[in-house]
């Protein structure tokens, strides 16, 4: 078994793994109360910024969605409060609004079908994937849709790859699903004066069995979604039906040796072969990649560009399964041999042509960085996964002691002297700023200037910086 997927439920949280010869290709997480790639919603235009040529709109949600309009489309069609039906087409990305779009798709594993929109001919337009090039198989593909007489679909049907193989019962099942799901569409949509979610996606698990090879392996930890899988198959292609397999065991992700990823892509440090590694830095800007050359060597030249190798192969899969996208800075070790930056950067495009995500670089050769322009339509998981720390507010840094107990004298000496109506100063503190003002002269020379001798209790509670002045 070459390709497996595992697919792992704990209540409302979902997790999939894809395996190819035992090497983790891609992770995958949802709840069941996310926003999902593809939702469609009843939305109403809230303001109209010309100058963006964009519109924000309302779709229910707490912020408002982002809607890019064409340069030939004409802004003065659109106007406040006019109700549109748009689509999720991007995720809402660090502070940046969900990005929507009026061009609605609906994807199958056979089909891509862009309904009737306005602009678009009232009759069904056949297309083909880019990968799809022999015309005889085009021809035959194109009679088999058009000899559905009895589907009343219209837009614009693109066929994908994976049609070529399918037999005639799924491409009437599929391609009746997604008309039936524009037609639910069209029939809610007079029912809301507000906005409305009108079409949800699909769960996760469901999406990415569309792109399945023929000859993966599913295993599911959960009976309900093992239920629907099995359901979903036998409808739109049950050949598939026997790789689909139930795994009532507990910890489905540790027997398959996987648990592991999901804290590796947490982690900034990535190891190299040879002895260098990465550190990657993800800012809401960009994401820096600095190449490490580790422990040093007699052989600096030669390992210092078999590390730079090393780390072209280790960032492209650290990309796909972080799910980074955006900017992204490389800095690679220094390479003084012409020959050497030839070598990584022929590597860099050929990875660049083989990765799923359209990828662009740009190479600054005096300073040895490579700059990458990914294309993202959903957070990473690291972000997904994690939260800004209270404490340092994403910086990586907090005050240290000696900072925090600089900090507190300063407050006690700003107290005003007329207003030392007290007996007694309580300082609670973390343990290390207690200690720091214990093991210094702080304290003895705030007695000096002040005449005052504050009481200090160590509380295991306290954040690094975070401290409490009582005056008694």
């Known amino acids: 078994m070459s390709r497996q997927i595992l697919i792992s439920q704990i209540l409302t949280q979902t997790r999939m793994v894809h395996l190819n010869n035992q090497t983790v290709e891609k992770l995958s997480l949802q709840y069941a109360d996310d926003i999902r790639l593809g939702d469609i919603y ?9 100058d963006l040529q964009a519109i924000f709109v309302d779709i229910g949600l707490a912020k ?22 748009v689509q999720v087409q991007k995720d809402a990305i660090s502070s940046k609004s969900i990005k929507v779009t009026m061009l609605l798709s609906l994807t199958g594993r056979y089909f891509l079908y862009l309904p009737n929109n306005e602009g678009q001919s009232k009759e069904l337009i056949i297309r083909f994937s880019n990968k799809i090039t022999k015309k005889s198989i085009k021809n035959n593909l194109k009679q088999k849709i058009l000899s559905l007489s009895n589907l009343s679909i219209k837009g614009t049907l693109i066929i994908r790859t994976q049609a070529q193989d399918a037999n ?13 799901i ?10 809301y004066k507000k906005p409305a979610l009108l079409y949800q996606q699909i769960p996760i698990f469901l999406q990415e069995i569309h792109e399945v090879e023929s000859d993966a392996n599913i295993f599911i930890d959960d009976q309900l979604i093992y239920n629907q899988v099995i359901d979903f198959a036998n409808k739109f292609f049950y050949n598939f039906v026997p790789n689909i397999h139930y795994y009532p065991h507990k910890n489905l992700f540790e027997q398959f040796g996987v648990e592991k990823y999901f804290n590796h892509i947490l982690n900034h440090r990535v190891d190299l072969p040879s002895g260098g590694f990465l550190m990657i830095e993800q800012t809401e800007a960009m994401t820096v990649i600095d190449v490490n050359s580790g422990s040093k060597t007699k052989d600096i030249l030669n390992i210092y560009q078999k590390i730079n190798i090393e780390a072209i192969y280790t960032i492209f899969y650290e990309l796909l399964l972080r799910k980074i996208g955006g900017i992204i800075v490389i800095d690679f070790i220094n390479m003084k041999s012409n020959n050497h930056k030839k ?13 799923k995500i359209n990828t662009q670089i740009t190479y600054v050769e005096k300073a040895d960085i490579a700059i990458l322009l990914r294309q993202r339509q959903q957070d990473t998981l690291n972000n997904y996964l994690s939260q800004t720390c209270p404490t340092c507010q994403g910086s990586g840094k907090v005050k240290s002691a000696k900072t925090i107990a600089f900090e507190i004298i300063q407050k006690i000496l700003e107290k005003p002297m007329h207003d030392q109506n007290y007996q007694q100063i309580n300082i609670d503190a973390s ?7 214990q093991e210094s002269r702080l304290l003895s020379q705030l007695n000096l200037q002040s005449q005052l001798s ?19």
Do not use: C, H
């Open 343 to 355: 070598e990584v950067l022929n590597l860099l495009e050929y990875k660049a042509t083989t990765d």
């Open 454 to 472: 504050p009481t200090l209790q160590a509380r295991a509670d306290y954040l690094p910086e975070q401290y409490t002045l009582k005056f008694l």
């Open 64 to 85: 408002m969605a982002f809607l890019e309009i064409a340069e030939s489309t004409d802004l003065q069609r659109f106007y406040t409060g006019q109700r549109i039906l």
């Open 168 to 180: 005639q019962k799924d491409l009437i099942n599929e391609l009746t699903y997604l008309s039936e």
């Open 182 to 191: 524009w037609q639910s569409i069209l029939q809610k949509k007079p029912q």
């Open 431 to 437: 343990l290390a700023v207690i200690q720091y003002l």
């Open 42 to 50: 009843l939305g109403v235009i809230t303001r109209i910024l010309p």
